[in-house]
């Protein structure tokens, strides 16, 4: 499968905490997003990192790349309950169709008041 | 002023009936995408156009027939309807250019009896 695994599945922790999310990948990528989807909505994109970008910030989202390892994190810093949702990862591959996505498995994030 | 978005919301029937869902961007998108989304929360691509062209059809049953009528729309008709097309099916949209962030819509859960 060309899906991409993330882990943990699920992440539980306490308000004020940071949350790190991880992301494995299979083939070459053009670029790398971050997605959230709150329960019973659509997705919703976060931040997206090139393939030639090491590391990238959005507020208290920090993501990083490492092509050689395929693979990404993505970092929430002092969350808030609010960002209690799944996270995914999706990557855009070289070649075929353009903008083509291939989602990860999802991460489930609760932030406990 | 909802950018993406899908009718119905919630669709039950039967096995072997025909269903249709509806998609509408109003985001000046030329790339429109159908995905759907199982139990396990892993979403696959099914298919994108552009201009109303086929550019991404994945490994999906001919009884799934997307149509787009105009670059700001595309539906998808689903003939026989079979207990494993129980789902959340999204629609995405996105400009073509590489590099983008695709826009949901809000899903439209689909449970086959």
């Known amino acids: 499968s060309q899906q991409g695994e993330e882990d943990p599945q699920a992440l539980s922790i306490q308000e004020g905490e940071n949350a790190t999310m991880n992301c494995s990948y299979k083939?070459?990528?053009?670029?790398l997003q971050w997605y959230r989807q709150n329960s019973g909505r659509g997705l919703v994109h976060l931040i997206l990192?090139?393939?030639?970008?090491r590391e990238k910030h959005s507020g208290r989202l920090r993501v990083t790349l490492d092509t050689s390892k395929k693979s990404s994190s993505l970092l929430i810093t002092a969350s808030r309950a609010a960002d209690t949702a799944s996270y995914f990862c999706?990557?855009?591959?070289?070649?075929?169709?353009?903008?083509?996505?291939?989602f990860g498995t999802g991460t489930l994030l609760a932030v406990q008041p | 002023d909802t950018a993406v978005s899908q009718t119905p919301k919630y669709l039950v029937t039967q096995m072997g009936n025909d269903k249709s869902i509806k998609c509408e961007q109003n985001?000046?998108?030329?790339?429109m995408y159908w995905y759907k989304q199982d139990s396990k929360k892993f979403l696959k691509i099914m298919f994108s156009?552009?201009?109303?062209?086929?550019?991404i059809n994945e490994t999906v049953p001919n009884r799934f027939s997307p149509k787009s009528p105009d670059k700001a729309h595309l539906n998808l008709h689903i003939n026989s309807l079979e207990l494993g097309d129980s789902a959340v099916y999204f629609c995405?949209?996105?400009?073509?250019?590489?590099?983008?962030?695709?826009?949901f819509g809000p899903g439209t859960r689909l449970t086959v009896l």
């Open positions: 999706a990557t855009e591959g070289y070649g075929g169709a353009t903008n083509k996505l291939i």
């Open positions: 083939t070459s990528i053009n670029n």
């Open positions: 995405a949209s996105s400009v073509t250019n590489g590099r983008v962030t695709q826009y």
């Open positions: 985001l000046g998108h030329d790339t």
């Open positions: 156009y552009n201009n109303k062209e086929l550019i």
């Open positions: 990192i090139r393939s030639n970008e």
